[in-house]
């Protein structure tokens, strides 16, 4: 694809990331009986959307910003899946994300099709009040393509409750009616769920430990170094140090900050939120020390948890991997290369499509709250959200030991076999031929 194409998003070539999603397909529909029909359907999204977002920006110029929203497939309900902010969104890269969503909804069984969106921006460079115009202008850019029966938006990289709260309030007003549903990741306030912030880290957390479990390892002797410090690796890293994990290392964009004797995650998070990562360990003369950005990747730890971007671990730096297992908290964090290498190497990867479902999970809940009117405690927020994760994740687990596959090939078998189970309900050709 061209320089140009990739800017703009225009490239007719299967793009690459999306290829790099699509391709792990081909391994599932060899172990499953999938019908042409549904092979079909899932090789293209539903529907993209492209639009311009004019912005008047503080001092007074005007700047038209490109968005994107995309529904990959809504066979088994509403699309549904965050919106990002980032300078590097494009059509190819939503694209993607939204194909993940529809995976990952149906491995948790969420009567949710799969969609995603973005702007591409940098956020960092916006003022609060351009950041509030830029959220309002997106819903009038893509006000006909959402709703609570259509498709559900919620935070994703860069954007928070504040942000979803003000699309909430954008969509309703020109809606002229109260529709919560709209959007999922609300402050409270506005109709939100308890527990929602915390709910991708912490359902990471889950599914961690009943991996720690089903494999006889204690918290207590585990350490973990944590990729990306934004609202997932954050909750994450917070809720292991609580549960006795060994925290030795998080990273952001800029440096990774390392203790051998575990970090105090609360206080490398308040000085984050004063401007940048130091390290700090609990009473210890020794605080730790500032690594290179990259560095946390290769740590010799036993859980290397990857909660930034997408590609982190890719074919040119997947030899550097010393952890034994791989948590992936950001969607698409190991290119489909690096993961056969992982693979070979005996590396367990815990896969995004199963381990950050908890976001997604307590967005479901939130938006039946919404609809029903009926408003949850934070205990029954959490009681349900280990619920659902435990009773999904033992079914994947025990499908990737009956069928001899790794837990992403099983992820992956649960949630195709759902939608396109969904797909030939609707009429197929084996119905149409008589061969069903
Ligand atoms: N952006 C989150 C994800 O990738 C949450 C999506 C949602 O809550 O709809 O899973």
């Known amino acids: 694809m061209s320089a140009e194409d990739k800017a703009n998003g225009t490239s007719t070539e299967v793009p690459a990331v999306l290829a790099d999603a699509q391709s792990r397909l081909e391994n599932i529909y060899q172990r499953l009986d999938v019908s042409d029909d549904a092979r079909q359907r899932l090789a293209h999204p539903h529907r993209l959307l492209q639009f311009s977002i004019p912005v008047r920006m503080d001092d007074g110029s005007l700047r038209v910003f490109q968005g994107w929203r995309v529904h990959y497939d809504i066979t088994r309900g509403p699309a549904k899946g965050g919106i990002r902010f980032h300078p590097d969104v494009n059509a190819d890269e939503v694209t993607a994300l939204s194909f993940w969503m529809s995976i990952k909804c149906a491995a948790v069984d969420l009567p949710y099709g799969g969609g995603k969106g973005g702007v591409q921006c940098n956020p960092k460079e916006l003022s609060r009040m351009e950041l509030e115009r830029l959220s309002r202008g997106y819903i009038r850019g893509v006000y006909e393509f959402v709703g609570p029966d259509i498709d559900i938006p919620a935070p994703d990289v860069n954007t928070d409750a504040t942000v979803m709260g003000w699309m909430e309030d954008e969509h309703n007003s020109i809606a002229r009616r109260q529709l919560p549903g709209v959007i999922t990741g609300k402050p409270v306030g506005l109709g939100g769920s308890q527990g929602r912030v915390e709910a991708t880290g912490e359902g990471a957390l889950q599914v961690l ?177 280990e619920q659902r994760i435990r009773e999904q994740a033992e079914l994947i687990f025990q499908l990737s030991i009956d069928e001899k596959v790794n837990l992403r090939t099983a992820t992956y078998m649960q949630g195709i076999r759902r939608i396109t189970e969904a797909m030939d309900n609707r009429g197929s050709q084996r119905y149409f031929t008589g061969d069903q």
């Open 209 to 385: 430990n009943i991996w720690a479990d089903k494999h006889k390892k204690k918290p207590k002797k585990l350490t973990v170094a944590v990729q990306g410090f934004g609202n997932a690796g954050y909750h994450f890293a917070r809720a292991a140090e609580a549960q006795g994990y060994q925290v030795v290392a998080v990273s952001d964009s800029r440096c990774t900050v390392y203790s051998a004797d575990g970090l105090d995650v609360e206080a490398v998070h308040e000085g984050k939120k004063k401007g940048s990562l130091k390290p700090h360990c609990k009473g210890k003369k020794d605080q730790g020390k500032i690594l290179e950005r990259d560095d946390v990747l290769a740590l010799d730890v036993d859980i290397l948890v990857l909660a930034a971007l997408e590609n982190a671990i890719h074919e040119d730096n997947v030899a550097d991997v010393k952890a034994p297992v791989i948590l992936e908290i950001a969607n698409g964090p190991v290119s489909s290369k690096a993961d056969a290498k992982l693979e070979e190497r005996n590396i367990t990867v815990i896969p995004d499509v199963l381990a950050n479902t908890g976001g997604v999970i307590v967005s479901y809940f939130e938006w039946i709250q919404n609809r029903t009117g009926d408003y949850w405690a934070a205990d029954k927020v959490s009681e349900r959200l």
